[in-house]
């Protein structure tokens, strides 16, 4: 299954929940984002699914090769930002689960 194939389940997956606002409802930054309360947790860019984790869950699955810090190409890696590799084992709805209660939770 391709990356946008898996990006389209997770999408459908958490399509529908309380507060949840799928992808394309709004435009430029994030445009491609899954939101909660309005604030992206995951979302997919350049063929890759970019998470917001807590920064010492980032560090651990950087540091356990499984992705780097994303950067909105602005040359600074964003710290509580995870771009999961392609190859990753990592399961895309579990680490969904992890941004969304990390995202939410904040509020």
């Known amino acids: 299954m391709s990356p946008d194939q898996?990006?389209?389940?997770?999408?459908?997956?958490?399509?529908?929940r309380p507060g949840i606002t799928p992808p394309g409802a709004t435009g430029g930054f994030g445009r491609t984002a899954l939101r909660v309360g309005g604030r992206i947790?995951?979302?997919?860019?350049?063929?890759?699914?970019?998470?917001?984790?807590?920064?010492?869950?980032?560090?651990?699955l950087v540091e356990g090769g499984h992705g780097v810090r994303f950067d909105a190409n602005k040359g600074t890696p964003m710290k509580e930002w995870l771009a999961l590799d392609a190859g990753s084992p990592q399961p895309w709805a579990a680490l969904a689960e992890e941004a969304l209660e990390f995202v939410g939770g904040k509020g």
């Open 6 to 16: 898996r990006f389209e389940e997770l999408v459908d997956e958490f399509t529908g």
């Open 41 to 60: 947790f995951a979302m997919f860019v350049r063929g890759q699914l970019v998470l917001k984790l807590p920064r010492s869950r980032v560090d651990e």
